[in-house]
């Protein structure tokens, strides 16, 4: 079956870093959209970042544009979100999804699959 497997959450100062992977296993990964969202206490999820199959193109939530970097490794059927300069209101537990269609969309109705997620807060 496919296992989206998240990793790298944690406690963290504001202003500092996080890098989160995201591990796929159960499907031919390089043929799937990869996204990252988000969903805080009390809120809805949220989309933050995608890359296309290739990764020759990406896509970011406006909050975190020039902070946060999304890359892939086919090779190693992993997805990464790289988070720069985090704030408190990045706190939140993060998921990773995968798309069968080949574009990127920023609805969650969008994704085939999803991680469980990995918990990130970043104290002020």
């Known amino acids: 079956q496919v296992q989206l497997v998240e990793s790298g959450g944690g406690l963290v100062q504001a202003g500092g870093s996080l890098r989160l992977s995201c591990a796929a296993s159960?499907?031919?990964?390089?043929?799937?959209?990869m996204g990252w969202f988000r969903q805080a206490p009390g809120k809805e999820r949220e989309f933050v970042a995608a890359?296309?199959?290739?990764?020759?193109?990406?896509r970011y939530a406006d909050s975190v544009k020039g902070r946060f970097s999304i890359s892939r490794d086919n090779a190693k059927n992993t997805v990464y979100l790289q988070m720069n300069s985090l704030k408190p209101e990045d706190t939140a537990v993060y998921s990773c999804?995968?798309?069968?269609?080949?574009?990127?969309?920023?609805?969650?109705?969008?994704?085939?699959?999803w991680g469980q997620g990995t918990q990130v807060t970043v104290s002020s």
């Open positions: 890359i296309t199959r290739s990764g020759g193109a990406t």
């Open positions: 159960g499907l031919t990964f390089s043929i799937y959209v």
């Open positions: 999804a995968a798309r069968r269609v080949p574009s990127i969309t920023t609805l969650t109705s969008g994704y085939d699959y």
